[in-house]
C-alpha cells in the first residue's frame, strides 16, 4: 500500500508539471476586447477531459458570450451536512508579446528548472496542482472530509464579466453549500532569514475601480490660440490624480501581516512609519507597499484623429484599487483632485474582500504547508490586486489565496504576475501538489 501511495504522489507531481506545460500550450488570451479576446473553450475542454478520463461527472457553461468555456466537478465528501470547499482558479491569461520574452510565451518550456509561459503563475499553475489532485484521489478513491467543488473558470483578468461574476448571477446553484474558497496568489514562500520561510497567505485583497475619465471642449484648427483644449485639461487632470499620494492607512490585515514578520524576524516594524517599516521586506516590499493607501495608476489616453485638429473630447481610463472600509473616503478625494469639468464614469467596479486569519481551514492550511517544510510559518497578507474571490464573497462564501509554492530565496515573485519571461520552478510544482494533497485530505 505504502508503495502505492508513493506511486500515485510521483505521478501526480509528474502530472502538475505536464498538465501546467500544456494549459500555457493553450492560447486563452484575455485582451478585455469582446473582439480579439480568443476564449476559454478549448482549455475547458482540456480540463474536463481530464477530469472525464478518471471518472468525474463534469458540468460545461459558457458563461455569456460563445467561447468563454468554464468546468465544474464535484468530488463528494464524508460529511455532506459540512459547507462545501470552492477550489477555483481561471482558464485565461493576459497578452503577452513574444519579442520581449526568452522563450516563446505559449510554448509551455520546461527548462533550466521552470515550466515558462504566459499564465504560469497567474494561474495555469494553479490549475494543474489542483487537476492533478483531483484525480489522484478519483483514481485512489479517496472521499474528502467535506465536498469540494472544482471550478476552473474564464474571463478573471477582465474582472469576470463573462466568468465568476457571470456565474454567481446567472447560475448560482453551481456553488450550492459552499462555505469557504480558496485559489490563487497565496501560499507562496518568501524566505525571511537563515532558510527559514514564511507562507503568505492572502485574507484580504482591494477593491477594483477601472474609472474612465472624459473632458470636453471646444474643437477648432491646431494652429490657432485655444484656451479650451480637451486634451490640455484632461492630461492635466490625469497628472494630479496620478502624481496623488493617498493617506497610509493601516488594516487589520496589514497590521496582522506585520506583527507575524516582526515575531518571526525580530525586526520592529514601526506603525508610526508603514513605508519605512515595510521597506524592510525586501523583494516582497513593493507588493505589500501597494496594501498601506489607495492607488489610482492612469493607464490608458484616448484623443484626436488628426494632427492639426483639436478634438472636443478626451479619455483616459484610470486603474484605482481602494482599501478595504476607504470607498466614500476614495471617492470625495476624486472629486477633490478632478475638479467639476472631468465626468466620470465606472467602467468597473468590485468591492474589496477581508476575512479573518483563524479557523479550521487556516489550521489545515499551516500543517499541510508545515509537514512538507517543516519550521516554516504561514502569515496572512493582503492582495494588492483582485481575483474572483470578489464574485464568491457575495455569496457569503470566505475565500482565501492559497496556491502553495515553495519558492527560491532570490526568485521576484511578485514580478512574475503579468510580467516578461513568466515561469514557476518545478519543484514548487511538485511541493506545491504535495501541499494540495495533505490539504484536500484534510481541509
Not at 266 to 272: A, K, R, V
Not at 287 to 300: C, E, F, K, L, Q
Amino acid at each position: 500500500m505504502t508503495e502505492h501511495l508513493s506511486d500515485t504522489r510521483d505521478l501526480a507531481e509528474a502530472e502538475s508539471v505536464q498538465l501546467t506545460s500544456e494549459l500555457i500550450r493553450i492560447d486563452t488570451t484575455n485582451t478585455g476586447d469582446p473582439a480579439t479576446v480568443v476564449g476559454e473553450r478549448a482549455a475547458a475542454e482540456y480540463v474536463a477531459e481530464k477530469l472525464a478520463e478518471v471518472g468525474f461527472d463534469t458540468t460545461y457553461v459558457e458563461s455569456g458570450a460563445k467561447g468563454r468555456g468554464n468546468v465544474f466537478a464535484r468530488l463528494e465528501g464524508a460529511d455532506p451536512s459540512r459547507g462545501a470547499l470552492l477550489v477555483h482558479g481561471h482558464l485565461d491569461a493576459v497578452p503577452a508579446d513574444p519579442s520581449e520574452w526568452s522563450v516563446h510565451p505559449l510554448s509551455g518550456a520546461v527548462q533550466d528548472g521552470y515550466v515558462w509561459g504566459r499564465g504560469a503563475v497567474d494561474m495555469k499553475d494553479m490549475v494543474a496542482m489542483t487537476l492533478a489532485t483531483a484525480r489522484r484521489f478519483q483514481r485512489d478513491g479517496v472521499v474528502p472530509p467535506r465536498d469540494i467543488i472544482f471550478a476552473f473558470l474564464a474571463d478573471e483578468e477582465a474582472a469576470g464579466d463573462y466568468g465568476s461574476q457571470w456565474l454567481v448571477r446567472n447560475r448560482p446553484e453551481l456553488f450550492e453549500g459552499a462555505t469557504e474558497a480558496i485559489s490563487e496568489v497565496g501560499g507562496f514562500s518568501i524566505t525571511v532569514k537563515d532558510d527559514v520561510r514564511a507562507y503568505m497567505i492572502e485574507t484580504a485583497e482591494k477593491g477594483i475601480a477601472w474609472l474612465k475619465l472624459r473632458v470636453r471642449g471646444r474643437a477648432g484648427h491646431g494652429s490657432m490660440v485655444h484656451e479650451d483644449n480637451a486634451v490640455t485639461k484632461l492630461t492635466q487632470a490625469v497628472a494630479r490624480l496620478g502624481t496623488h499620494k493617498f493617506p497610509l492607512v493601516l488594516t487589520e490585515s496589514v497590521r496582522e501581516f506585520l506583527a507575524a514578520m516582526s515575531e518571526i524576524t525580530g525586526m520592529e516594524f514601526d506603525e508610526d512609519d508603514l513605508e519605512g517599516a515595510v521597506g524592510k521586506l525586501g523583494a516582497v516590499a513593493r507588493m505589500v507597499g501597494a496594501t498601506i493607501r489607495d492607488t489610482a495608476n492612469p493607464t490608458m489616453l484616448t484623443a484626436g484623429y488628426k494632427a492639426n485638429v483639436i478634438p472636443s473630447v478626451a479619455e483616459a481610463v484610470v486603474d484605482c484599487r481602494v482599501l478595504p472600509g476607504r470607498e466614500a473616503a476614495f471617492e470625495r478625494e476624486l472629486d477633490e483632485i478632478l475638479g467639476p469639468d472631468v465626468e466620470r464614469e465606472w467602467v468597473a467596479k468590485l468591492p474589496a474582500v477581508e476575512t479573518t486569519f483563524d479557523g479550521a481551514l487556516v489550521d489545515a492550511m499551516t500543517a499541510s504547508i508545515v509537514a512538507e517544510d517543516p519550521g516554516a510559518r504561514t502569515v496572512p497578507y493582503m492582495l494588492s490586486g483582485g481575483t474572483d474571490a470578489k464574485a464568491f464573497d457575495s455569496l457569503g462564501i470566505r475565500c482565501f489565496g492559497f496556491a502553495p509554492l515553495r519558492l527560491p530565496a532570490d526568485l521576484d515573485f511578485a514580478a512574475l504576475f503579468h510580467g516578461v519571461d513568466e515561469r514557476v520552478p518545478v519543484d514548487a510544482l511538485k511541493f506545491g501538489t504535495r501541499v494540495m494533497d495533505r490539504f484536500l485530505r484534510s481541509c
